[in-house]
């Protein structure tokens, strides 16, 4: 390959999320042939009672989550130049109220559809409109308020835990049907299920329809000219304020899906634990991505590249025996690297090497002739 070729495909912007799928690929053949397994056992999918499973259909399951508050996440990121921190505690929040209109307030446990308080899709439907309204907010504080957006999101980071607690009554509470049970698990329609998991569906669908959405509409490049620079896109005619709210408007919506998906997953809405941390995961996700935490250009591919290079990252540490409480630890020196990477300091030294390293073999070659 010739050195235009490589640097061109060095700064493609897939680049870094694909190295780091590659080099989590690598660890895991690695581990699996000093454990005498095939080489190829991460990617080895098997049926079992009609529904698919292997390490990789776990990873692409577990991780639904994270990529979907990804999809979110980089329209903020991209808009705002910001983060939004408040996409954990959204997805808590959302999960309760759902379960909450669902149950009945103070109930903690349902079993049947008989003893529902509401019919199941208002509380789905409740559950999204919760998340856009928290997006409401905090595209408020934001676009029209001008308050840091990390300032800005902190306040719902630390209230819609709290919030979600009170809607619930202090409870856990749980809805044992299999009709709320399969947007965690598997579709079924009479005797025959679904054998993808259902949450890999919901991230098909979400990626698909915003992917649509910004490339058949102005949208997508809308939102990267106002973050590039948001005074330039006012002077053109460009509404910033209104397209940033709209970007934590449906990272808000991200996050009432991701909750629905979580809630599902464990048939309960647990204030307390439900979306912990997933904020970190998502910002992670975008920043693997190759998307600039400055803003401007972005590419949605990435970020779901990125989402699911965490869960297998993830996976990698479970499985080589690091326990819970240290996987954070190795995300930490993950998300240093990248934005130690992307640092204009970093960028600046880089090239600077690299012209002097051309310098030098251009000044050889002219000895050499």
């Known amino acids: ?173 749980y809805i044992r049907t299999d009709a709320f049970a399969v947007f965690g698990g598997y579709m079924k329609f009479g005797s025959w299920q679904c054998p993808v998991p259902t949450p890999i569906l919901i991230v098909i669908v979400c990626v698909a329809v915003v992917s649509l959405v910004l490339k058949k509409t102005a949208m997508g490049l809308y939102v990267q000219s106002v973050g590039i620079n948001k005074k330039a896109s006012r002077i053109a005619g460009l509404n910033s304020q209104k397209i940033i709210f709209l970007c934590y408007v449906l990272c808000g919506l991200c996050a009432g899906i991701a909750g629905i998906v979580a809630s599902s997953r464990i048939t309960s809405a647990d204030s307390n634990n439900i979306g912990l941390n997933y904020e970190l995961d998502a910002i992670l996700a975008v920043a693997l991505g190759g998307n600039s935490l400055g803003g401007g250009r972005f590419n949605l591919a990435g970020s779901i590249i990125g989402a699911y290079t965490i869960q297998a990252i993830t996976t990698t540490m479970y499985s080589l025996g690091v326990s819970t409480a240290q996987t954070p630890v190795f995300k930490a020196v993950v998300v240093i690297v990248i934005v130690a990477i992307q640092a204009p300091p970093v960028k600046a030294w880089f090239k600077k090497m690299s012209a002097k390293r051309k310098s030098a073999e251009e000044v050889k070659g002219a000895v050499g002739v």
Do not use: H
């Open 1 to 173: 390959m010739s050195k235009g070729k490589k640097k061109k495909l060095t700064q493609q912007q897939l680049f870094l999320p694909i190295v780091c799928v590659l080099l989590v690929l690598a660890v895991n053949i690695i581990y699996d042939i000093s454990q005498g397994n095939e080489f190829y056992n991460f990617f080895k999918i098997s049926m079992n009672n009609g529904a698919l499973y292997g390490r990789l259909i776990d990873v692409l399951n577990r991780g639904s989550e994270v990529a979907i508050l990804a999809i979110g996440m980089t329209l903020v990121v991209s808009a705002s130049a910001g983060t939004d921190i408040s996409v954990g505690s959204v997805m808590s929040l959302c999960a309760s109220f759902c379960c909450m209109l669902v149950a009945g307030f103070g109930v903690s446990s349902v079993s049947s559809a008989d003893e529902f308080a509401m019919p199941l899709v208002v509380g789905l439907i409740g559950a999204l409109l919760m998340g856009c309204l928290c997006g409401a907010f905090n595209g408020t504080l934001v676009a029209y308020l001008n308050i840091q957006p990390m300032v800005a999101t902190l306040i719902l980071w630390s209230a819609a835990r709290a919030i979600g607690l009170l809607l619930c009554n202090n409870l856990i509470v």
